[in-house]
């Protein structure tokens, strides 16, 4: 029979594999993509003709963060380009706005 003291150290260890593997995203960079620009084309309808080239990243608490990166200005911050923020497990974006 396994003591009890054994039981505890197992369940420990199975808690922190959970919590060191981390979330992963459902949705491929190019799906998250793809529904940001639908929603950022619908609150901004300017942004269409500007054919912009937007890159998205992951973040740890499960969303998508969806920018216009400026690869010729590295370090630019803002510039009035739309963004937006996409959840993951459902993908809502639940915020669109120009980069300040």
Known sequence: MVSA???IFVLLCLCLAAAVAGAKPRMSK???IAVAER???AKFPWSVGKHYHYD???QSDGTWGVYVPHP???GMV???DPNAEVRDRDAK???IYLAK
């Open 5 to 7: 003291p054994r039981w």
């Open 30 to 32: 190019r799906e998250v």
């Open 39 to 41: 929603a950022i084309a």
């Open 56 to 58: 998205a990243f992951y």
């Open 72 to 74: 010729d200005k590295p």
């Open 78 to 80: 803002g510039g009035g």
């Open 93 to 95: 974006v639940f915020k």
